[in-house]
């Protein structure tokens, strides 16, 4: 943080301050009034807000735009910031500075290092889209995700949010797809409203707000877990007496060294111009969650990117690690990233949101059907899109929705999807009985749901919660195949409509035949009950909703003919993009299995097992030592050393089967052998000494900050 910003409160006004720095390194619509001529600003905005195409003829003003406007914020490089299919971003940092021929130097950056970068593609995943010696890859500018500034130690870097493809033009990042299911969602909404007889020429869009769960630990400890370092989570560790279970940590008051963090990390969001909003502790101690306002998708998913990146240099700055990883501790709860989106139609209206009248009203209905429709439909690919083996951890697990994808509404909403199917409906006292001419529906109240947090896909009011998502992971894919499933089922839904229209069918009759057609067909996937129980996974294999436990057989889902044909109808992959997606993520899994794997036998080989060994020798010792001295030792004591030598035995042949399994690269062997040996290691854990334990313990790391 810049050493000239205070924190607010410190003087009278300084709460004025956090409007003023809010923004301040974006080269936002704002600051480029100040450094554009209007002509080149009116296009550009016209590109960011509405959509429309890029004029090349600005380039060089804008690019000498943003240079003077980042050197005025000490920046001396830019680069082209971008989201490979790594799962994190990617840079290179270009400088500015160019040789004026006369000893001294120029600061320059044109339009088409703007426009256009090259950074070496085949050092990235790409599934086979790219050959290791085919190394030419391209960035191009995304405008309508603003450049930022990156502060260094030193000096700033200009970051400016691109797309990154091959040479052949095949998407090699997360956010082409993106943008183009953004498209597809766009035009399949579009069309909806004007049957709807909205003749506004507005763009439609989809919305994010992604709350991100977090862990803090302090870096002493994390140096000293070769577990963490290595995989970011616990391969070792035996949950506390007191963890989460008294439930006092949840929006508890926040501890002042935290708190610190917290405020460090707002100041830097803000002026990222991430509009960072609530902040508070999570359910596990040690464990916290920052939600921001809604945004427009693809910024929201940028912003979510950065959020990531600030969370871990700030808590380096406060001595803390951020854990990232989707289920850092064993027993406890795992981080998720729970997606709220929604849909802003081109009235300019959330069409999540029940209306002002019945013909608003039926407008939200038709949405909850399309979502439903698209769900039940689609629940593989979904499950799919969340799917790594840091997630195989959490998905139902303490606090996080099961594999099972079912859509929650409450039971009101509820109860209303199941009048459509009756073509009928009914007041809220039960009196009247309405034929439903979709004009006639019954007024719908703006919060008629609870909150269920079990449920992967729940209506919270105005919005859809997807909480499946997980705390490492990039939004993107989560919300390319969201936005594309939905496109999809609204251009199925629109198409009938459409038919009936031709043979003279009133709207209103049209529409209400469609929608009980669809929740007729698709209410199976509506549960509004305990997400958690065994009665309901046995209640959703009575229904055929699939329940996929491990990432293998979950991105099966990205490849199947059906996912494979709608991705490439609009044109949001092609068949060579999906199928290198599913290589990439497939051989990430298998990759991350193996490094856990062999840390984890390194670790017991190297740390625990000699710490076992050695306490056996203090046993012995202490046994012999009775003996000699004509003592007769207990049988509690004779015990102890006993199931210390099982145990130990046990760890030892638990890695050496470990090992054998990472040599024949045997993953379903892998996921054995490290739960045996952690039930081994977990046990010994409670009985050797603490000074002789090696790692550090879950209530050190939990509770000590």
Same mark, same amino acid.
């Given at each position: ?14 709460? =004025? ?10 080269? +936002? ?5 100040? %450094?554009?001529?209007?002509? &080149?600003? =009116? ?16 380039? $060089? ?12 914020? @000490?920046?001396? /490089? ?25 000893? !001294? ?46 502060? !260094?130690?030193?000096? &700033? ?11 052949? @033009? ?26 709807? !007889? ?22 002493? %400890?994390?140096? &000293? ?22 439930? $006092?940590? %949840? ?28 902040? #508070? ?96 439909? /689609? ?23 099961? &594999? ?34 979709? +004009? ?48 999809? +089922? ?31 067909? #698709? ?125 130990? $035995? ?12 990472? +040599? ?8 054995? @052998? ?15 000494? #603490? ?15």
């Amino acid at each position: 943080m810049s050493a000239d910003i205070k924190k607010p409160g410190t003087e009278a006004g300084e709460a =004025n301050r956090v409007t003023e720095l809010f923004g301040e390194n974006v080269f +936002s619509i704002k600051t480029m009034r100040n %450094y554009l001529g209007e002509k &080149a600003c =009116n296009s550009l905005v016209a590109t960011i807000c509405q959509g429309h195409s890029l004029d090349p003829s600005i380039a $060089d003003e804008v690019a000498d735009a943003m240079k003077t406007w980042a050197i005025s914020r @000490g920046a001396t /490089h830019f680069t082209h910031w971008f989201q490979p299919l790594t799962g994190a971003t990617a840079e290179k940092h270009e400088a500015f500075v160019v040789p004026d021929g006369n000893g !001294g130097a120029l600061m320059q950056f044109s339009g088409k290092e703007l426009i256009q970068g090259e950074p070496d593609a085949s050092s990235f995943p790409s599934g086979g889209l790219r050959s290791t010696f085919e190394a030419r890859g391209y960035t191009a500018w995304d405008p309508t995700s603003p450049a930022f500034i990156k502060e !260094g130690v030193n000096s &700033a870097t200009l970051c400016i949010p691109t797309v990154f493809f091959g040479y052949h @033009g095949e998407s090699l990042d997360k956010k082409v797809p993106l943008l183009r299911s953004m498209d597809a969602l766009s035009a399949q909404i579009d069309r909806l409203g004007r049957l709807f !007889g909205i003749k506004t020429a507005a763009r439609a869009y989809a919305t994010l707000g992604p709350e991100q769960e977090y862990f803090l630990i302090d870096r002493e %400890y994390f140096d &000293a877990r070769l577990d963490l370092l290595q995989t970011g989570r616990t391969l070792f560790g035996r949950k506390p007496a007191k963890h989460q279970q008294m439930e $006092d940590h %949840y929006f508890g008051a926040i501890k002042n060294r935290v708190l610190s963090f917290m405020e460090d990390l707002d100041l830097e969001l803000w002026r990222l111009g991430i509009p960072a909003r609530t902040r #508070h502790n999570e359910v596990c101690p040690a464990q916290f969650e920052i939600a921001p306002i809604f945004e427009e998708l693809n910024l929201a998913i940028d912003h979510n990117m950065l959020v990531m990146d600030t969370l871990r240099q700030v808590a380096e700055k406060h001595d803390f690690v951020c854990l990232l990883h989707e289920k850092p501790f064993a027993g406890v709860n795992g981080s998720g990233k729970h997606n709220n989106w929604s849909i802003c139609g081109p009235d300019g209206k959330n069409w999540l949101s029940p209306g002002s009248n019945p013909r608003e009203d039926a407008k939200f209905l038709t949405m909850i059907c399309v979502l439903m429709q698209a769900v039940d439909k /689609h629940a593989d690919l979904l499950r799919a899109s969340v799917a790594s083996a840091r997630n195989d951890h959490r998905l139902g697990a303490n606090e996080a929705p099961p &594999a099972i994808v079912s859509i929650f509404l409450g039971e009101e909403l509820t109860d209303v999807i199941a009048q459509l199917e009756k073509g009928e409906s009914r007041e809220k006292n039960g009196t009247a009985t309405l034929h439903l001419g979709v +004009s006639s529906l019954p007024r719908l109240a703006k919060d008629m749901t609870d909150r269920n947090r079990t449920s992967p896909f729940a209506f919270t009011g105005n919005k859809f919660e997807f909480r499946a998502v997980g705390s490492n992971q990039s939004c993107a894919l989560p919300m390319t195949v969201l936005n594309t499933i939905v496109a999809e +089922s609204l251009d199925q839904i629109c198409s009938r409509i459409e038919a009936e229209l031709a043979k003279g069918v009133a709207f209103n009759a049209a529409l209400q035949m469609v929608l009980a057609d669809i929740s007729h067909k #698709h209410k199976r996937i509506l549960f509004n009950g305990d997400n958690y129980t065994a009665e309901w996974r046995k209640e959703a294999a009575r229904r055929g909703l699939p329940n996929i436990r491990a990432t293998p057989e979950a991105l099966k889902a990205l490849t199947k003919k059906e996912s494979v044909a709608m991705f490439e109808k609009y044109k949001v992959f092609s068949p060579r993009e999906i199928e290198s997606r599913y290589e990439v993520y497939l051989h990430e899994y298998l990759k991350t299995v193996q490094i856990e794997a062999q840390c984890a036998g390194t670790v017991a080989r190297t740390m625990i097992i000699p710490a076992a060994l050695e306490y056996q020798n203090r046993l012995g010792a202490t046994l012999t030592s009775l003996k000699t001295g004509g003592v007769k030792a207990s049988k509690s004591t004779r015990d102890l050393l006993s199931q210390v030598a099982r145990l130990t $035995d046990d760890a030892l042949v638990a890695a050496l089967a470990l090992e054998k399994a990472v +040599s024949a690269e045997s993953t379903d062997k892998m996921l054995t @052998g490290m739960a045996a040996l952690r039930a081994a290691a977990d046990e010994l854990e409670g009985l050797v000494p #603490h000074d002789l334990w090696p790692l550090p313990s879950y209530a050190e790391m939990l509770f000590m900050m």
